[in-house]
């Protein structure tokens, strides 16, 4: 396995951060790095939605937010990649410096504020590529919006043919007033709208998911997971970044204002994904993102009850070719459990729901 990144990984990290994501997508624009395997063990392959994942292993919603790059991070070894947030307008985020590295933690806080180049010209670029491999768009509400479903269906007819899911993104935590929309009432009318919206689209029409924070209430939960499978929801993405501090941080920089991502979201997001689990009965497709360094980490997901799991922050840190290893250790994981196939590990330490 060649590991480019253990040498260039802490020459990149020597760059500010958000500069250094920048030159990451300005590299991989170039075409110059080389893919990694995309021989998937078969044991990982699954179908969800009618559309078949080579592996369960996705870039999460936040890197390629422009959609700059999506067939480049697939040969990185990807089952499928988020593009956005998204919002309908373009808009530049919060002011700079909004990403700091924890090293010590392994860890980052981010504060970007969705800056994207708008649904209109992200769009256009899903549209224009030769549609090979899975690629999902997140999308979300420009920051100044007051009708937030507006901005929603705004997204899911900008995106609604060009994407093979949708993700209604309502647990950012740096755009004032967003995660307030997971509480019952607004979700159920959100999800409403951004539905109909949708069903107006010729079919074959897309999956559309909601992706939800770390920092829930019970009673959060419980209302989520009964608007999520009665307002026709596919599927839900659990977690999204953290405003809380776990003990434990060891860096200075967890101070920082914004959400947390990377090792220590490990924990409080997996038990987030369990619970949502045994909340839906297991009846809807869950992706468990939040930590994912390792295939230990990605097992623990699955077995907690996510049939996908993505990450970020790992790449950070270590670089794509951590998707070759993730892969090739999930599929020893299952093998050893004596499972045949990922889907029968789905939820295997939540009885209680299966
Ligand atoms: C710099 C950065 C930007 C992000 N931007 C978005 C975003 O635009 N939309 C979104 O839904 N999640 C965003 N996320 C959250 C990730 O998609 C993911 O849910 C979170 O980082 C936890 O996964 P990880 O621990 O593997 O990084 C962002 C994360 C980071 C680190």
Redesign the pocket.
Known sequence: MLDYYRVAGPLIRLLP??AA?NLSIAVMKTGLVPGQPRDDDPSLAISLWGRDFPNPVGL????D?NAEIPDALLGQGFGFV?I??VTPRPQPGNPKPR?TRLVEDR??I?R?G?N?QGAERVAGRLAARRRIGIVGA?I?KNKTTEDAAADYEAGVRAFGLHADYL?I?V??PNTPGLRALQGKAPLAELVGRARAALLSLPAPRPPLLL?IAPDLTDEDKRDIAEVALESGLDGL?V???TIDRPAGLISPNRTETG?L???P??EP?TAVLRDMYRLTGGRLPLVG?????TGADAYRKIRAGASLV???????YHGTVQVTRIKRDLAALLRKDGFSHLSEAVGADVPEAR
């Open positions: 951060a958000e994501h999460a919603a936040g890197y937010k988020e956005g947030t990403l860890a980052v981010n970007m969705f994207n997140n979300g993700v993104n647990s950012s992706k993405i977690t999204n970044t959400g991502s990377g090792p979201l490990m997001a993102v939040g930590g994912i360094t993505q990450l970020y922050t790992a790449l950070i």
